[in-house]
């Protein structure tokens, strides 16, 4: 079995967000308890959406990898972006998804089965890219994210968050030997969990011609009874310090401030990047 159909089997067993409720799969109250307790968790989440939703979205059209069921890609569409379509490498995730979309009767909306290493799409397609957690579990990272770029419009923009290699989350994991993708499971590892420092992240996405990454999000699922009495305001800065996600941000150029190719640009906190 390739490790790419690894991982295809590993997350049809593990529907991802499940964790978070034990209502019947796809009933109103399974996506309920699922979306509440994920964002309540993912502050930088509702922060990101938030700033979304100051732009003009209506024209947009947006593209998300490795969608699962969907929690995310329907909130983008709320956001009223022209189209969001999502793909995952699951079929029971897609089944789960479109049915929502259908009872929600959101018709911006659209699942498919799809590898992102290998996008079923035509280039210059997208004006968003979003993959929140997902990139860093498939084979060939280099391939998903040349992908992202052949599909944007020029002027478009990645917002990927993959996992940080040095962080608390990473220590813990590593200390205690612990799987990173199954907390009701010690003893289930997901057989692909790369890593990643925010210079290599700088890196995986030098094609592009801006790069923003920032470190957010101090603690993890596993961890949550211990979040949950520290505030937003304390786990913020900690989450830019040793959080255990990436945020990226990635223009292709040219951008649409300038309308012309600019010189590569890097943006960080200096020594931090590393």
């Known amino acids: ?134 990139i860093h579990h498939t084979p060939s990272i280099a391939s998903v994210i040349a992908e992202i770029h052949r599909v944007l419009k020029p002027g478009g923009r990645a917002l990927v968050m993959i996992y940080h290699r040095r962080s608390f989350v990473e220590l813990v994991h590593r200390a205690f030997r612990l799987p990173y993708e199954s907390p009701r499971d010690l003893r289930d590892h997901c057989p692909v969990v790369n890593r990643y420092t925010r210079r290599e992240a700088q890196q995986l996405f030098a094609a592009f011609t801006r790069v923003q990454v920032r470190a957010e999000y101090p603690f993890t699922y596993g961890m949550r009874h211990a979040a949950a009495v520290i505030p937003t305001r304390i786990k913020r800065p900690l989450g830019r310090l040793i959080g255990w996600h990436l945020m990226i941000e990635a223009w292709k150029g040219p951008e649409p401030s300038t309308g012309v190719n600019e010189p590569v640009r890097r943006e960080g906190r200096g020594e931090g990047y590393r």
């Not at 499940?18 to 399974?30: D, F, I, L, P, V």
């Not at 897609?94 to 018709?107: E, L, P, T, V």
């Open 1 to 134: 079995m390739t490790d790419l159909a690894r991982v295809r089997t590993f997350w049809e067993g593990h529907v991802n967000n499940e964790y978070y409720t034990s209502a019947e799969r796809g009933s109103a109250a399974y996506f309920a308890e699922i979306e509440t307790r994920r964002y309540r968790h993912h502050y930088h989440l509702v922060e990101l959406f938030d700033r979304l939703r100051t732009e003009p979205l209506e024209d947009k059209a947006l593209l998300e990898i490795g969608c699962g069921i969907g929690i995310d890609t329907l909130t983008l569409a709320r956001l009223g972006l022209g189209e969001v379509v999502g793909i995952d490498l699951t079929d029971t995730s897609i089944r789960i998804a479109s049915q929502r979309a259908r009872h929600a009767g959101m018709h911006n909306v659209c699942f498919q089965v799809g590898n992102g290493e290998a996008l079923p799409f035509p280039g210059n397609r997208f004006d968003i890219v979003y993959s929140f957690g997902v």
